[in-house]
């Protein structure tokens, strides 16, 4: 069984002017000890999917999913009470992350209380043990610091920290690396990787950017206008991609482009989030596009583990 298992789901938030589709159709499978990477541009339904499994959703908003599960409970019941106990997140700045007038040793003081039953001297040493797994080489003075005497890296290495004080063993981030520049986003790519196989830790990777599906993920979902278009191992996603909007994804990356550089457009514009969709969402936008498109939903490929959704046959890919 996989720790997440998601079958279609679907987040709307009611508004004056309708239903806003934050989210139409995502289907998502991560198995245990995975980093698991959802890519799309901004809109795509990314990071709204994300604050449905933290049970973060805005006020009113609904959810509804065939299976919306982790580790076969119901996350429609269950999120607010698996998050921070099972479920971390690690957000995209940790500046705002962490409390700028309480010194370190004093929030992962708070976070280690709050769930670990352990005397003051022994939490101490439990804040500099994590601070060290996360390769912060000085943990004692970095827990008399404040957050604006670290580094972005090093705050970054905090905010891990506390996610695994929690005893959390699925991490959420939500574009990591995008705060940090490029040498110390890798590190810290680096770092979650090491994690994971240390710990045994399952991550979902939340990105606009495919150098870290290709440097830090196993296995990768491509959403477009809030729906799953395509899942797979990240070497067939990258290199056989069967979906036209993966195709022109890959495309539109320049050779040189630079780590954590935005995806480039490609012509068009996705549909309005408030809009209804017949077919398939890419087809005003598909270079390959049939009259079918747009009036009947894609149905599925399947090449092994790799699926994706087109009304093209599975050759064309
Ligand atoms: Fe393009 Fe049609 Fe495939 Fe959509 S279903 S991606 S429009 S070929």
Redesign the pocket.
């Known amino acids: 069984m996989p720790l997440i298992d998601i079958r279609d789901l679907s987040v709307s938030i009611p508004t004056p002017d309708g239903d806003v589709h934050a989210v139409r159709s995502v289907s998502l499978e991560i198995e245990r000890g995975e980093i698991h990477g959802v890519i799309g541009e901004s809109g795509c339904g990314k990071t709204m999917t994300g604050m449905a499994v933290l049970g973060l959703v805005p006020k009113g908003a609904r959810i509804t999913a065939e299976r919306f599960h982790f580790d076969g409970e119901d996350l429609r019941e269950k999120a607010q009470s698996l998050r921070g106990r099972h479920i971390g997140l690690i957000s995209q700045d940790p500046a705002a992350a962490l409390n700028p007038v309480l010194s370190i040793a004093r929030q992962m003081d708070d976070v280690i209380r709050a769930h670990r039953d352990l005397p003051r001297k022994a939490r101490r040493a439990e804040a500099a043990s994590l601070l060290a797994a996360t390769g912060l080489p000085d943990p004692e003075r970095v827990l008399k610091s404040y957050p604006h005497q670290l580094s972005g890296g090093m705050q970054q290495r905090v905010v891990i920290a506390q996610a695994l004080a929690t005893g959390a063993d699925f991490l959420i981030a939500d574009e990591p690396t995008t705060a940090l520049d490029v040498s110390v986003g890798a590190q810290v790519l680096a770092l979650l990787r090491r994690l994971v196989a240390e710990r045994g830790l399952t991550v979902l990777m939340i990105t606009h950017d495919m150098d870290v599906i290709a440097e830090a993920c196993d296995r990768a979902t491509v959403l477009y206008a809030g729906r799953s278009v395509e899942t797979g191992p990240v070497e067939a996603v990258l290199n056989r991609p069967g ?3 993966t195709r022109a994804l890959l495309a539109a990356l320049p050779d040189a482009a630079p780590h954590g550089a935005r995806l480039a457009a490609i012509e068009g514009s996705i549909p309005p989030p408030r809009s209804a969709i017949a077919g ?1 969402a ?2 005003p936008r ?1 270079p ?3 009259p079918v ?1 747009a009036a009947e939903p ?1 149905p599925e490929r399947v090449r092994g583990t790799h699926r994706w959704l ?3 046959p599975e050759d064309a890919a």
């Open positions: 979906h036209p909007y398939c890419f087809a598909c390959q596009a049939m498109c894609p087109c009304h093209l």
